[in-house]
T-cell receptor
Framework: EAGVTQFPSHSVIEKGQTVTLRCDPI?????LYWYRRVMGKEIKFLLH????????ESGMPNNRFLAERTGGTYSTLKVQPAELEDSGVYFC????????????FGPGTRLTVT | AQSVTQLGSHVSVSEGALVLLRCNYS??????LFWYVQYPNQGLQLLLK??????LVKGINGFEAEFKKSETSFHLTKPSAHMSDAAEYFC?????????????FGSGTRLQVQP
């Protein structure tokens, strides 16, 4: 069974540019999550999809971040326009609809904004 | 609000020595508790989790953790460290009673194993 995959693995962009990160969850997992780890800080929750619906987006930092999950399969996270403080590692995770909330994480996308 | 505190951002042990990584949490409702490990250039891998039932939880690679409600702790232990255990370890908590599934992480502990 394939795990959670993320693309790209690394992205370097200039301030003001746009970047789109992609996450493919484990097949059959209705729950999809985005997290971010800024350098030296803890991993922080961004948002949670159940199928194509946003269940919880309380962690989204501002309106420069837009997440979508069309068709309830893969998800994209767009940052537009990117700022220096957006640099960090963006993790995606997925889980089945069960009690216990075991989330499976992808390898992350390292975003560097210069 | 939930929070997690991991004491010690860096821990160094000798190969064969006991590994003890500390985690304390705060939660207004019964928590689900997790330990994840991140090896270099890889994603987070679940080591073990506590949901309900037995408070001593065994995970992969010989790790275990004990949920102590009175101490609000979930420390991770391994009797004998191996070189391959060198990695960063994260404690996390989530709520058990609502649909809010977001994990709240501690700041991580980097484990170094000396030969």
């Amino acid at each position: 069974e394939a795990g959670v995959t993320q693309f790209p693995s690394h992205s370097v962009i200039e301030k003001g540019q746009t970047v789109t990160l992609r996450c493919d969850p484990i097949s059959g997992h209705d729950n999809l999550y985005w997290y971010r780890r800024v350098m030296g800080k803890e991993i922080k929750f961004l948002l949670h999809f159940v199928k194509e619906s946003k269940q919880d987006e309380s962690g989204m930092p501002n309106n420069r971040f837009l997440a979508e999950r069309t068709g309830g399969t893969y998800s994209t996270l767009k940052v537009q326009p990117a700022e220096l403080e957006d640099s960090g590692v963006y993790f995606c995770a997925s889980s089945q609809e069960n009690w216990g909330n075991e989330q499976y994480f992808g390898p992350g996308t390292r975003l560097t904004v210069t | 609000a939930q929070s997690v505190t991991q004491l010690g951002s860096h821990v160094s042990v000798s190969e064969g020595a006991l590994v003890l990584l500390r985690c304390n949490y705060s939660s207004s409702v019964p928590p689900y508790l997790f330990w994840y490990v991140q090896y270099p250039n890889q994603g987070l891998q679940l080591l073990l989790k506590y949901t309900t039932g037995a408070t001593l939880v065994k995970g992969i690679n010989g790790f275990e953790a004990e949920f102590k409600k009175s101490e609000t702790s979930f420390h991770l232990t391994k009797p004998s460290a191996h070189m391959s255990d060198a990695a960063e370890y994260f404690c996390a908590v989530s709520k058990s009673d609502t649909g809010r599934r977001a994990l709240t992480f501690g700041s991580g502990t980097r484990l170094q194993v000396q030969p």
